[in-house]
């Protein structure tokens, strides 16, 4: 099975601020790697698709690089609503997520 | 409207069954790539079963053996069949379509409902 690991698992950032959060894979998975927002008491929300491909709808802000092994989603100007939970998810053999990092405001 | 609406969560024994449903509307889940993920309580995400349009089915580990995904193309509905269940079952269940953009692509789960609670304790 591919295991996937991320860091860190918890930040705190200001409005405006750049984020980035790591996404690593036990495996080579390609570009399989989806990118998923949880807001508490909510369903996950597809941002990014296949590393760096933005889903329709999501802002510009939010963008994702990385194949192989290793992934990276970043926020560009954070806002409040950015708080959330974030997690990756490899799609090269069936499905795993990522453990999630936790986003904040400082 | 396209959603998925699941129910059937509840609080059950150790060892007991339960069945989930997942409804859909504004498409067709026969056609559709279909899944559960569960979170157990402040826990993250964990992908559970799939059900491919040609009726394959796949599962995690955690649940090979116990839990059977299935569809009624006839009421547009997504089941998991959950048996001998335990307490580290406990979760909220979603179900999710599986989407790709093009062909070859990555697929990732671009719908989700909004969940259903399964407790398992005595």
């Known amino acids: 099975d591919i295991e996937m690991t991320q860091s860190p698992s918890s930040l705190s950032a200001s409005v405006g601020e750049r984020v980035s959060i790591t996404c690593q894979a036990s495996?080579?998975?390609?570009?399989?790697l989806n990118w998923y927002q949880q807001k508490p008491g909510k369903a996950p929300k597809v941002l990014i698709y296949?590393?760096?491909k933005l889903e329709t709808g999501v802002p510009s802000r939010f963008s994702g690089s990385g194949s192989g092994t290793s992934f990276t989603l970043t926020i560009n100007n954070l806002q409040p609503e950015d708080v959330a939970t974030y997690y990756c998810?490899?799609?090269?053999?069936?499905?795993?997520f990522g453990p999630g990092t936790k986003v904040d405001l400082k | 409207e396209v959603q998925l609406v699941e129910s059937g969560g509840d609080l059950i024994q150790p060892g007991g069954s339960l069945r989930l449903s997942c409804e859909a509307s504004?498409?067709?889940?026969?056609?559709?790539?279909m899944n559960w993920v569960r979170q157990a309580p402040g826990k993250g995400l964990e992908w559970v079963a799939v059900?491919?349009?040609?009726?394959?089915?796949y599962y995690a580990e955690s649940v090979r053996g116990r839990f059977i995904i299935s569809r009624d193309n006839s009421k547009n509905t997504l089941y998991l069949q959950m048996n001998n269940l335990k307490r580290e079952d406990t979760a909220v269940y979603f179900c999710?379509?599986?989407?790709?953009?093009?062909?070859?692509?990555?697929?990732?789960?671009?719908?989700w409902g909004r969940g259903t609670l399964v407790t398992v304790s005595s």
């Open positions: 999710a379509r599986d989407k790709r953009a093009y062909t070859n692509g990555a697929w990732y789960f671009d719908l």
């Open positions: 998810q490899q799609c090269e053999n069936l499905f795993t």
């Open positions: 504004g498409f067709t889940v026969g056609t559709n790539y």
């Open positions: 296949e590393a760096s």
């Open positions: 059900l491919y349009s040609g009726g394959s089915t």
């Open positions: 495996q080579d998975i390609r570009n399989y």
